[in-house]
């Protein structure tokens, strides 16, 4: 029953900033690691980022690392990206993940929400 759903896509240019969001229902929202990954066409998935059940910690992809933070608000029950100095290469889906127990799966996915960034 626990649902996940994007939000904050668009298109945006080289150079410029965009937030997602992700709501989180159904569930025990801090009881979940909360990560975030995309997806472009003809490629893999690949980890964007993470944060802990509180907060606390925080994991990012070596493409993400000084451009993009995550963050939570258990409040809420949210978790956002905030990115900045985007490049054509951040083009994909994003989609919001979740993972119930620490070490394992993201067995929980939203159904993505589109980035374009043009050049």
């Known amino acids: 029953q626990v649902q996940l759903d994007e939000s904050g896509g668009g298109l945006v240019q080289a150079g410029g900033s965009l937030r997602l969001s992700c709501g989180f229902s159904?569930?025990?929202?801090?009881?979940?690691?909360m990560g975030w990954f995309r997806q472009a066409p003809g490629k893999e998935r690949e980890f964007v980022a993470r944060i802990s059940r509180s907060g606390d910690n925080t994991l990012y992809a070596d493409s993400a690392k000084g451009r993009f933070t995550i963050s939570r608000d258990n409040g809420k029950n949210t978790v956002y990206l905030q990115m900045n100095s985007l490049k054509p290469e951040d083009t994909a889906i994003y989609y919001c993940?979740?993972?119930?127990?620490?070490?394992?799966?993201?067995?929980?996915w939203g159904p993505g929400t589109q980035v374009t960034i043009s050049s």
């Open positions: 159904g569930g025990t929202f801090s009881r979940y690691d």
């Open positions: 993940a979740a993972r119930p127990r620490k070490s394992g799966p993201y067995d929980l």
